[in-house]
């Protein structure tokens, strides 16, 4: 075997054996796995030197940034992102036009001055892009994608995906001199147009028809093969258009979000991903310049922490501008103060450029990196900065949401009842107001929807008119109550089945005319008293027969109440041993016994 394929394989053999050992271990002590992945690059590669060529396994990994983009785009619909437009061109332009020029300042008033201005105008912005990696890993492993902030993080990433087209055009225009453009703005405005064009088009009219035909001949690898080819070809028209890899593939995504093979290609690039993507963050650590980092340790030291502020106080209040509230804000800032993986991109070309000198991009990719590494500590840093009271908001969407069975609620009580439903091959759809119940769920496989089952539109949104039942099994009474009185007022005719609190709770709904309801603790009180009886050593029949009798006096004693008040019916209680009464009636009458005249012995 050659030296080469000996020297490749055991690279492989190394990252491989420190994603495996970093990452559980980064995730034990609560530093999330992007924080271990960058860790084992930087042991690995500059200090322990048993991997090398780290950009050019950074170059590679970067693809699964491209397939991260491209699963996203696979969840966001074209009308989903038109409607994402506002927080896109403006939040997101906002962002990158406002924080490039105060860096540019900022860098313009240090010693970088003597670089020129046109050098600070690529710093500056090349450092007020952020990193789509680290935020969308960070928003992945924590289940908040699809919470207000993380929507509006993402419109900010997608805009700075675009952003970097113009950056790199500005690369030729301000070389001082050997860097001459190939082409005029207009002719590559021109190309990229034509290559969205081109991807739009065989997006819509040639991948369902290719891939219906591939999926007819049931070649498994066959499909995964055309998953790969529709991303990485996407990815690469692009990148020859002059805009970014990941900015093509996450627009094949969207294309196909529509496409009845949307699931099958997410299970098929998934694996690629997750495995890209860590070997994305390791090339990071492993291109880590530790002798650019020792002797300019001074100026990297205050640059990152600077940058850090700067970026992040600039997001906080632009989001405070464009209608976030404080907590929304402040967790913004804290995802994206940090420098991103362009950025490797945009120095190194403006240095190939002759804009700054080798060394100086040496320092800014150092700059980067570092400030990629602390990310993971600002995000955290940023959540003791929220404010008390403040819950935590979703974004209400229910594409998708519509199905024979509507259930309010997702608690304890819900998961059972859910499982029941599924199991029986029913479709239900599942709303709840609890954030960090749907971020938890959301990590077990289950769709929830996000709303306030209190809300007529909420639940017109959910489907209610199609629903043939609704499953109202929220906690609290009042809650409940509130539910049920909107859907008996504006949906009348609908079947709701509801979970009562208590005993009062019960004779409420009764009293509106629910179809069924259930105390939440009746039924586990039963099964309970029936092991204990069990386990004493009580037969089968005597047991069935105690259940059985403690559920009509039950049921008798709810009547009762009905009737005359929740005090009533306190005689039918058992406040003692129940001895000289028989649960089961005798099959004959018993005969009484004559003690003056006892009958004749046979």
Request: aromatic share 6%.
């Amino acid at each position: 075997m050659a030296a080469e394929s000996i020297s490749f394989y055991s690279h492989a053999l190394v990252l491989l054996g420190g994603a495996v050992i970093a990452a559980p271990l980064a995730k034990r002590i609560g530093l999330g796995t992007v924080l271990g992945y960058l860790a084992a690059g930087v042991i690995i590669g500059p200090v322990a030197r048993l991997v090398g060529g780290g950009e050019r396994i950074l170059e590679f990994s970067e693809l699964g940034v491209v397939l991260l983009l491209f699963l996203i785009g696979l969840e966001l619909k074209p009308s989903r992102l038109w409607s994402m437009r506002r927080e896109i061109f403006g939040l997101g332009l906002a962002q990158v036009v406002i924080t490039g020029i105060v860096l540019l300042g900022i860098v313009a008033a240090t010693a970088w001055s003597k670089s020129a201005l046109s050098a600070a105008a690529i710093i500056g912005f090349g450092l007020a892009l952020s990193s789509t990696a680290f935020a969308l890993q960070i928003l992945e492993e924590r289940g908040e994608r699809s919470t207000a902030y993380g929507q509006r993080a993402f419109s900010i990433l997608l805009f700075q995906d675009l952003a970097i087209v113009p950056i790199l055009a500005l690369v030729p225009l301000l070389a001082p001199y050997g860097a001459e453009a190939t082409s005029t703005p207009l002719q590559d405005f021109a190309i990229a147009l034509a290559a969205i064009a081109f991807i739009v088009v065989a997006g819509r009219y040639l991948l369902n028809p290719m891939l219906q035909l591939i999926a007819s001949t049931g070649a498994r690898e066959a499909m995964i093969a055309a998953a790969l080819l529709v991303v990485i070809g996407s990815a690469m028209l692009m990148q020859a258009a002059g805009m970014s890899m990941a900015m093509g593939s996450f627009l094949a995504g969207v294309l196909l979000a529509e496409s009845s093979y949307r699931h099958e290609l997410e299970a098929d690039i998934e694996p690629f991903r997750g495995i890209l993507l860590a070997l994305f963050f390791m090339a990071v650590g492993l291109s880590l310049e530790i002798d650019v980092v020792t002797e300019n340790y001074i100026l990297i030291i205050v640059a990152v922490p600077v940058l850090m502020l700067v970026k992040s106080l600039l997001i906080y209040g632009l989001c405070r501008i464009f209608g976030s509230g404080h907590n929304e804000a402040i967790r913004i800032a804290g995802l994206l103060p940090q420098s991103g993986e362009f950025g490797f991109v945009i120095f190194t070309a403006a240095a190939a450029a002759g804009i700054f000198p080798h060394s100086v991009a040496s320092i800014l990719i150092a700059i980067v990196t570092v400030s990629m590494v602390l990310t993971p500590l600002a995000s955290a840093l940023a959540n003791r900065l929220l404010r008390d009271g403040g819950g935590e908001e979703l974004e209400e969407n229910f594409e998708g949401a519509g199905s024979d069975i509507l259930m309010i609620g997702f608690s304890r009580f819900g998961q059972i009842v859910s499982q029941t439903l599924l199991a029986g091959g029913l479709d239900v759809t599942i709303i709840d107001h609890s954030a960090e119940r749907i971020r938890s769920a959301t990590k077990f496989g289950f769709k929830i929807y996000f709303g306030d089952g209190t809300r007529k539109n909420v639940l017109e949104a959910a489907g209610i008119r199609g629903a043939k039942l609704v499953a109202v099994c929220t906690h609290g009474k009042a809650t409940t109550d509130k539910i049920v009185d909107l859907i008996q007022a504006e949906f009348p005719g609908s079947r709701i089945f509801a979970r009562a609190y208590d005993r009062a709770h019960t004779l409420s709904l009764r009293e509106r005319e629910v179809e069924y309801e259930l105390r939440e603790t009746v039924e586990s009180s039963f099964i309970f008293s029936r092991k204990t009886l069990e386990a004493l050593g009580l037969d089968q029949e005597r047991v069935d027969a105690i259940i059985d009798e403690t559920r009509r006096r039950d049921e008798e004693r709810l009547q009762i109440q009905a009737v005359e008040g929740l005090s009533a019916g306190s005689d039918m209680l058992h406040t003692r041993p129940v001895t000289p009464e028989p649960l089961i009636k005798p099959k004959k009458e018993a005969e009484r016994l004559d003690l003056e005249n006892p009958p004749a012995a046979e």
